[in-house]
């Protein structure tokens, strides 16, 4: 698979994870206070550490894989 400049990135921005989760970046904002997504600020900015998304993102595959049966 190739790796896009997304894939490559060290951070992600709000945008860029509520883009990716086909939600709004309010949604995001809410993982992010509730401590559901991982997140560092940086300035004035919330930013996702790259490969911390990555390994959410893999708990959650393997969640619903788990869940059925799989």
């Not at 698979?1 to 945008?15: A, N, R, S």
């Not at 559901?36 to 993102?57: F, H, Q, T």
């Not at 595959?61 to 799989?70: C, F, K």
């Amino acid at each position: 698979m190739q790796e896009t400049m997304q894939d490559t990135k060290t951070f992600l921005t709000v945008g860029e994870v509520a883009q990716r989760l086909n939600r709004s970046e309010a949604r995001v904002y809410q993982l992010l206070a509730r401590g559901v997504l991982p997140s560092c600020r940086v300035g004035g900015r919330i930013l996702i550490p790259n490969e911390a998304w990555k390994a959410w993102l893999d708990g959650k595959v393997a969640e619903a894989t788990a869940a059925v049966g799989h």
